[in-house]
């Protein structure tokens, strides 16, 4: 992801999606997540461990966003100055 986020911000939020979906996924098993955010305080790179805690049944909302999850898509292109879903201005003619 170099090349769409040099400083690996982009990177840190498709990791925080990808952390929500698991969240989702583990509560949707009938766990609780249990979630220890930066574990490795000298490893930037290892963003969060993420394990099972208590057996809890998922509730109705949490069963909708485990459903969405296959739905979901990411968007690969760099960002630009356009605003996303916008067509391009027509050439103006001369």
């Given at each position: 992801m170099i090349l769409t986020g040099p400083g690996g911000r982009e990177t840190v939020i498709a990791c925080g999606a990808?952390?929500?979906n698991v969240r989702i996924g583990v509560r949707r098993l009938g766990f609780r997540p249990a979630v220890d955010l930066?574990?490795?305080?000298?490893?930037?790179?290892?963003?969060a461990h993420?394990?099972?805690?208590?057996?809890?049944?998922?509730t109705p909302?949490?069963?909708?966003?485990?459903?969405?999850?296959?739905?979901?898509?990411?968007?690969?292109?760099?960002?630009?100055?356009?605003?996303p879903n916008r067509r391009p201005d027509p050439p103006h003619r001369v």
């Amino acid at each position: 992801m170099i090349l769409t986020g040099p400083g690996g911000r982009e990177t840190v939020i498709a990791c925080g999606a990808a952390l929500f979906n698991v969240r989702i996924g583990v509560r949707r098993l009938g766990f609780r997540p249990a979630v220890d955010l930066l574990p490795e305080p000298g490893n930037p790179a290892h963003l969060a461990h993420v394990g099972f805690a208590a057996h809890a049944p998922s509730t109705p909302d949490e069963t909708l966003m485990a459903r969405a999850i296959a739905h979901r898509h990411i968007h690969r292109r760099p960002f630009g100055p356009e605003r996303p879903n916008r067509r391009p201005d027509p050439p103006h003619r001369v």
